[in-house]
């Protein structure tokens, strides 16, 4: 995504663009003022103002519009992913994609991202979607590359390592969400991921 972001967009691609972005912006209004039971297609268009086809022209499903948003948030410096000279760098780039991921929800709000983490929300359910969101495969990909290369010696499987993470980080957006935003988020998830990595690596 942020790659294609640096070539010159068409006239089209920015009335597409836009278009998402309309739908986005009604279904956060709809979220934040009546929550996820009256998050229907039917309310998002016209909350945005476009017809269903729009809509379907964009997202297969409103939960396909919701993990949009989730995993097209804003990348790592690639720099920073560079092989680690050692576990302890390692662990502070993993934590530090995940505390890019808090900074994200902060901008989704806690009411968008306290629908989204719904067992109603079937783009969560692994048997239905099999893309994963972004943080998770830039970690996994990034152990993958350290352990290959000897930097990293877990003690456990990387697939596992993945799992736990995620865990632990969906347990610290729970909090705060739980809490209306008022834990220390941030901080929470360098703690706990912290403490973790330190019993694996």
């Known amino acids: 995504m942020n790659e294609m972001e ?16 309309r739908i986005f912006r009604a279904a956060k209004t709809i979220l934040q003022r009546e929550g996820y039971e009256q998050l229907s297609i039917k309310n998002i268009c016209e909350e945005a103002g476009v017809s269903n086809g729009s ?22 410096n690639p720099d920073l992913l560079d092989l680690p000279e050692n576990a302890d760098e390692a662990k502070i780039a993993i934590i530090h994609v995940y505390l890019n991921y808090a900074e994200y929800c902060r901008e989704l709000g806690v009411e968008f991202i306290s629908n989204y983490y719904t067992p109603k929300n079937q783009a969560l359910n692994p048997t ?10 830039t970690v996994e990909t990034y152990l993958r590359r350290a352990i290959d290369a000897g930097i990293v010696t877990p003690k456990i499987p990387l697939s596992d390592i993945s799992t736990d993470i995620r865990m632990l980080v969906i347990g610290n957006v729970f909090e705060w969400c739980l809490h209306e935003g008022n834990t220390d988020f941030e901080g ?8 973790y990595m330190d019993g694996i690596f």
Do not use: A, W
């Open 6 to 21: 640096k070539e010159p967009l068409s006239k089209q691609q920015m009335k597409s663009r836009e278009t998402k972005r």
């Open 55 to 76: 809509f379907y022209h964009h997202f297969k499903t409103k939960d396909d519009l919701l993990s949009y948003y989730i995993e097209e948030q804003p990348g790592i």
């Open 128 to 137: 239905i979607r099999t893309e994963r969101p972004y943080p998770i495969l």
């Open 188 to 195: 929470n998830i360098r703690r706990s991921l912290g403490h």
